[in-house]
């Protein structure tokens, strides 16, 4: 197995178009993240799902954001309507199940909308 | 909202110099975690503390966690001009499932 990996690895997109990214965690691994960074900061959370099911979601994730999880293996991570604002790293990350693991990140999808 | 929040911002050393950097948590937590991240990169786990533990060691990193003052501290010995990157510390909340991170501390060694 080779980690997490996110794909694409860079998007540039118009100001009002659909973006959707694919994340691919490590196998053996039931929990899986979505995080969002700017530059300067540090990532912050979007989602959180235990397999299949979607289990948390931060604030910060409007209705324009959408994420699924079918068959508990890869996840998609969708924006609608892109605002400039929605530019940033979108980092997924995995991990095994019970506390205090430790988390597997991918190398992040950095989108750009122009 | 982000947890923790690392002190300095940032910090410049030379080769061979120790690196402190500290962290302070607002809400009580399960474990702290530090994770390293190089320009442009998916973020590398450095090392967790559990929040019954009070240090802990990994090669040139040692750990210390203060529960009572909600504070860790990160020390990277005999630093190497690899050892440059953004430094987190992540904390994993009784209240929710994600570990939350603060800004970060840049790390800048050189040679």
Known sequence: ????????RH?????GQNVTFRC?????????????????????????FQNEAQLEKSRLLSDRFSAERPKGSFSTLEIQRTEQGDSAMY????????GGTEAFFGQGTRLTVV | SQ???EDPQALSIQEGENATMNCSYKT?????QWYRQNSGRGLVHL?????????????RLRVTLDTSKKSSSLLITASRAADTASYFCAT?????YALNFGKGTSLLVTP
């Open chain 2, 47 to 59: 090392i967790l503390i559990r929040s019954n533990e009070r240090e802990k060691h990994s090669g």
């Open chain 2, 28 to 32: 009580s937590i399960n474990n702290l």
């Open chain 1, 91 to 98: 980092l997924c990350a995995s991990s095994l199940t019970g």
């Open chain 1, 1 to 8: 197995d080779t980690g997490v990996s996110q794909d694409p």
């Open chain 2, 92 to 96: 994993d909340a009784y209240s929710g």
């Open chain 1, 24 to 48: 691919d965690p490590i196998s053996e691994h039931n929990r899986l993240y979505w995080y969002r960074q700017t530059l300067g900061q540090g990532p912050e959370f979007l989602t959180y």
């Open chain 1, 11 to 15: 998007k540039i997109t118009k100001r």
């Open chain 2, 3 to 5: 947890q923790g929040e």
